[in-house]
């Protein structure tokens, strides 16, 4: 079992930056891929960034990559999402999630979600 606790999002002007942080509990942290997704209002749920169990692979898509880094502490059992560059239409709910695999980019695949954290980018 694996119990997720997103936080760090807030209110940014384009251009700016954001860290946001997932906190994991649980012994077995180090053997999830974590990703992080984000739904807008109306829209469906999407892959943002997914990063293996060692911290060695990392995947983004398209839309943010070049302007997101994700990154794990595995003593710490936290992964983060640092967004730079932020544009409004990164405004989003964000959540963290656990995969017991290879982290793909399907969110129904992923074992265990966040509450999520409102990210809002301003124009």
């Known amino acids: 079992q694996v119990q997720l606790v997103e936080s760090g999002g807030g209110l940014v002007q384009a251009g700016g930056s954001l860290r946001l942080s997932c906190a994991a509990s649980?012994?077995?942290?180090?053997?999830?891929?974590m990703g992080w997704f984000r739904q807008a209002p109306g829209k469906e749920r999407e892959f943002v960034a997914v990063?293996?169990?060692?911290?060695?692979?990392?995947r983004y898509a398209d839309s943010v990559k070049g302007r997101f880094t994700i990154s794990r502490d595995n003593a710490k059992n936290t992964v983060y999402l640092q967004m730079n560059s932020l544009k409004p239409e990164d405004t989003a709910v964000y959540y963290c999630?656990?995969?017991?695999?290879?982290?793909?980019?399907?969110?129904?695949?992923?074992?265990?979600w966040g509450q999520g954290t409102q990210v809002t980018v301003s124009s």
């Open positions: 999630a656990a995969n017991y695999g290879l982290g793909p980019s399907q969110a129904p695949l992923y074992d265990y």
């Open positions: 649980g012994r077995t942290f180090s053997s999830y891929a």
């Open positions: 990063i293996s169990w060692s911290g060695t692979n990392t």
